[in-house]
């Protein structure tokens, strides 16, 4: 990777710590402590252990994961690759799970909509984790980090999800948003906080084979 690529990793990572920070050790809270006076999401105990685990585990691969992709840890320690490699892989399994069975149990405030929009990017975190260790022990690098490059940009999902309130909240006031998650920009962001990103992300890769 470039240096200027290093430096553009690690600047995302840079500027998703403050999330990092907070969902970690909200998430912890809520696995420990009784939150039910302060959260919608503390309710009953499995649906409560589920998004607060979720939470945990998604600030883990949230930050991890950018590290994965700077080529000098990759190149120079290996072993430091491969270990958190296999962290970030377990914390995003345990993220798509822990959300898709939450939604199955609880759905979400935004309703049916927002459901499948977080449980198609669910399913997807899924998938990008499962063929990211499948292609590391099959030592196909090429597909290794074609797949480890979809999980970064999901892994970073639920970051962008929040960044995209923050800067339109500061460039609008919050305009087409609404408390039940049911306006014009609520609707778009239940899968814009992954699927243009991924779409992007598929163009370069088709650049790179032409």
């Not at 120079?76 to 914390?91: E, F, I, M, S, W």
């Not at 690098?141 to 909240?169: D, K, N, Q």
Request: aromatic content about 12%; proline content about 5%.
């Amino acid at each position: 990777m470039p240096r200027a690529a290093t430096l553009a990793t690690l600047g995302v990572a840079l500027l998703a710590l403050p999330f990092v920070l907070y969902a970690g050790a909200f998430g912890l809270a809520g696995l420990a402590t009784d939150l039910s006076g302060e959260t919608r999401f503390y309710t009953t105990p499995l649906p409560t252990a589920l998004i607060f685990a979720h939470m945990t585990t998604g600030a883990v691969a949230t930050l991890l994961a950018p590290f994965q992709l700077i080529e000098r840890i990759r190149t120079r320690r290996p072993r430091v690759h491969r270990t958190l490699g296999y962290v970030t892989l377990t914390a995003a399994a345990i993220t798509g799970i822990a959300g898709l069975l939450y939604i199955a149990l609880k759905g979400t405030i935004g309703g049916p909509l927002m459901s499948a929009g977080f449980a198609l990017y669910g399913a997807l975190l899924l998938i990008g984790a499962a063929n990211t260790v499948y292609h590391a022990l099959d030592k196909n690098r090429a597909a290794h980090r074609v797949w480890a490059l979809r999980l970064t940009v999901l892994a970073l999902g639920s970051f962008l999800y929040r960044l995209h309130y923050w800067v339109w909240y500061a460039a609008t006031g919050g305009a087409g948003s609404t408390p039940d998650f049911t306006g014009p920009f609520d609707l778009f962001n239940f899968a814009g906080f992954y699927l243009p990103y991924l779409v992007i992300l598929e163009l370069v890769l088709r650049t790179e084979r032409t």
